[in-house]
């Protein structure tokens, strides 16, 4: 929508004769980034990108509604904590996506001396105050154009803005996303965060990219004019590095403040045997991007890595600790088989590795679909939005091609865990039943029967450990693909016969 919809839009919000008496170009320019309509309503939203729009109005609305939704999943989350039923029934829902190994199941952890992560108190305060800058100013300029309106014409202007409400429904959700932010406000001031928060992460993430989209909007619709609105635009800057600032304060925070022992090595620190993993240790953008493991990379481009260069793993994959989990899971389930124990103690990764497969087999299909609209596009260079589209289909494939590397280590990384679980329990499981069994191999009884059936032959135990116990493995680590082949298949069927 260019400017002059803009004005015609905030001034039927305002009253048109109030609109004509704005004090400064900068107070219409802010008022209208705010306050502006961010769909046509003249365009269809299946249709591709019009002449000053980055991405198509579809698109547009996700991106818009992609805060609310964080926003309603984060309130749902902190509602169920507080409400006793619902917090049973989600703890018994959640199960199966809980780490396996708790803090009490760690030998290492010491619960009279915890070792706790201590993150700068100035961190805090930063996201205080940013997350008030993203409605407070709004919500003052909001309150002063009611007040300097006539008084005693405000109850017909009352009117006048809740028909006009009624009319542009975005201008409903752009209010939710104000509370919204307030709402995440009173939510760090209530519980100030020991741990990422992960709720106001996503919101403010949304919120960021939504801001650069609308800039870029703005930018595409003006950048033939004259004068282009470069308050309006720098305006726009502003508002989206709060919560990109945001977003970056709030993704420093730890992901569990308590570690599970001394012995914790600390991302970025020089590696060694003595310390473990520094996965337990890492912030919220160090395991998103994987660089607590970063360390290794100088060190390995001067020498040759050797055995004591490399970490210790986690507590959370110390065989003795899993063995013990499983002596009291059997104990407590003693009708549960192995396999379902393989199951129960892996439920988490198998999960998000299914998950992934599914969403690689499902956008795998971006990248060819996004050529066909380019290769179309180029065989008309001249329609309208020709340069638009290509490039939004062009930004598409980065984005597919930027999120399955990003899928690619996720997976990688929690398949690996699975197999790592899946071979140390069943080595523990070994080797307590055959120590629990006497070696009677060539041994008869009084009928001349071998004795073999119930005893521990060496040879079996070693034959089970080189081989099944890896193969055992090597299928939870091979495991999502027997779910994601399917989805390709039928996918790939539909684009042939369409």
Same mark, same amino acid.
């Given at each position: 929508?260019?400017?002059?919809?803009?004005?015609?839009?905030?001034?039927?919000?305002?009253?048109?004769?109030?609109?004509?008496?704005?004090?400064? +170009?900068?107070?219409?320019? &802010?008022? *209208? !980034?705010?306050?502006?309509?961010? @769909?046509?309503? $003249?365009?269809?939203? #299946?249709?591709?990108?019009?002449?000053?729009?980055?991405?198509?109005?579809?698109?547009?609305?996700?991106?818009? +509604?992609?805060?609310?939704? &964080?926003? *309603? !999943?984060?309130?749902?989350?902190? @509602?169920?904590? $507080?409400?006793?039923? #619902?917090?049973?029934?989600?703890?018994?829902?959640?199960?199966?996506?809980?780490?396996?190994?708790?803090?009490?199941?760690?030998?290492?952890?010491?619960?009279?001396?915890?070792?706790?992560?201590?993150?700068?108190?100035?961190?805090?305060?930063?996201?205080?105050?940013?997350?008030?800058?993203?409605?407070?100013?709004?919500?003052?300029?909001?309150?002063?154009?009611?007040?300097?309106?006539?008084?005693?014409?405000?109850?017909?202007?009352?009117?006048?803005?809740?028909?006009?409400?009624?009319?542009?429904?975005?201008?409903?959700?752009?209010?939710?996303?104000?509370?919204?932010?307030?709402?995440?406000?009173?939510?760090?001031?209530?519980?100030?965060?020991?741990?990422?928060?992960?709720?106001?992460?996503?919101?403010?993430?949304?919120?960021?990219?939504?801001?650069?989209?609308?800039?870029?909007?703005?930018?595409?619709?003006?950048?033939?004019?004259?004068?282009?609105?470069?308050?309006?635009?720098?305006?726009?800057?502003?508002?989206?590095?709060?919560?990109?600032?945001?977003?970056?304060?709030?993704?420093?925070?730890?992901?569990?403040?308590?570690?599970?022992?001394?012995?914790?090595?600390?991302?970025?620190?020089?590696?060694?045997?003595?310390?473990?993993?520094?996965?337990?240790?890492?912030?919220?953008?160090?395991?998103?991007?994987?660089?607590?493991?970063?360390?290794?990379?100088?060190?390995?481009?001067?020498?040759?890595?050797?055995?004591?260069?490399?970490?210790?793993?986690?507590?959370?994959?110390?065989?003795?600790?899993?063995?013990?989990?499983?002596?009291?899971?059997?104990?407590?389930?003693?009708?549960?088989?192995?396999?379902?124990?393989?199951?129960?103690?892996?439920?988490?990764?198998?999960?998000?590795?299914?998950?992934?497969?599914?969403?690689?087999?499902?956008?795998?299909?971006?990248?060819?679909?996004?050529?066909?609209?380019?290769?179309?596009?180029?065989?008309?260079?001249?329609?309208?939005?020709?340069?638009?589209?290509?490039?939004?289909?062009?930004?598409?494939?980065?984005?597919?091609?930027?999120?399955?590397?990003?899928?690619?280590?996720?997976?990688?990384?929690?398949?690996?865990?699975?197999?790592?679980?899946?071979?140390?329990?069943?080595?523990?499981?070994?080797?307590?039943?055959?120590?629990?069994?006497?070696?009677?191999?060539?041994?008869?009884?009084?009928?001349?029967?071998?004795?073999?059936?119930?005893?521990?032959?060496?040879?079996?135990?070693?034959?089970?450990?080189?081989?099944?116990?890896?193969?055992?493995?090597?299928?939870?680590?091979?495991?999502?693909?027997?779910?994601?082949?399917?989805?390709?298949?039928?996918?790939?069927?539909?684009?042939?016969?369409?």
């Amino acid at each position: 929508m260019g400017g002059t919809t803009r004005a015609s839009a905030f001034g039927a919000f305002l009253d048109c004769p109030y609109s004509s008496s704005l004090d400064s +170009l900068f107070e219409f320019e &802010f008022c *209208s !980034c705010l306050f502006c309509d961010p @769909l046509n309503s $003249h365009s269809n939203i #299946l249709t591709p990108c019009q002449p000053g729009q980055l991405v198509p109005a579809c698109v547009y609305t996700g991106l818009l +509604l992609l805060p609310i939704v &964080f926003f *309603s !999943c984060t309130l749902l989350v902190d @509602l169920v904590k $507080h409400i006793r039923p #619902l917090k049973s029934i989600s703890c018994w829902l959640t199960r199966p996506f809980r780490d396996f190994l708790q803090l009490e199941d760690v030998a290492e952890y010491d619960a009279t001396d915890p070792v706790k992560i201590k993150v700068p108190s100035w961190k805090y305060w930063a996201l205080i105050i940013l997350s008030s800058l993203m409605w407070l100013p709004q919500s003052i300029l909001f309150l002063l154009i009611l007040v300097r309106r006539d008084n005693t014409s405000f109850n017909a202007d009352l009117v006048i803005m809740l028909a006009w409400v009624s009319r542009h429904s975005w201008f409903m959700g752009v209010l939710y996303i104000h509370q919204s932010q307030f709402y995440m406000t009173i939510r760090l001031l209530n519980h100030p965060p020991q741990t990422a928060p992960i709720g106001n992460i996503l919101f403010y993430g949304s919120q960021a990219i939504f801001s650069l989209v609308e800039i870029c909007n703005l930018f595409l619709e003006t950048h033939s004019q004259e004068r282009p609105p470069v308050i309006t635009i720098a305006t726009g800057f502003i508002m989206a590095l709060v919560p990109f600032t945001a977003t970056w304060i709030a993704g420093t925070y730890p992901l569990c403040v308590v570690l599970p022992g001394p012995g914790v090595g600390q991302p970025h620190s020089t590696p060694n045997s003595g310390t473990s993993a520094p996965e337990d240790a890492a912030t919220f953008w160090d395991w998103v991007t994987f660089s607590f493991v970063s360390a290794l990379f100088p060190l390995s481009a001067q020498r040759t890595l050797n055995a004591t260069d490399v970490w210790a793993l986690s507590p959370y994959f110390l065989h003795a600790n899993l063995f013990n989990k499983y002596i009291r899971y059997t104990q407590e389930r003693p009708n549960r088989s192995l396999l379902w124990f393989l199951f129960a103690s892996n439920s988490l990764d198998i999960i998000l590795d299914i998950i992934i497969e599914l969403y690689k087999s499902v956008a795998g299909f971006i990248p060819p679909y996004a050529l066909k609209q380019i290769l179309a596009i180029l065989e008309d260079p001249s329609q309208p939005g020709a340069f638009v589209s290509a490039h939004y289909w062009a930004l598409v494939t980065f984005v597919a091609h930027l999120t399955f590397a990003q899928c690619d280590l996720f997976q990688g990384w929690h398949t690996r865990r699975c197999y790592e679980r899946t071979r140390g329990q069943i080595f523990c499981a070994l080797h307590y039943k055959a120590l629990m069994r006497r070696d009677l191999s060539g041994k008869t009884n009084e009928e001349g029967k071998k004795l073999e059936e119930k005893s521990a032959d060496l040879g079996k135990v070693v034959n089970l450990m080189q081989g099944d116990a890896y193969a055992v493995a090597q299928r939870f680590w091979e495991f999502s693909p027997l779910f994601g082949a399917p989805v390709r298949l039928t996918i790939a069927l539909i684009f042939l016969k369409s």
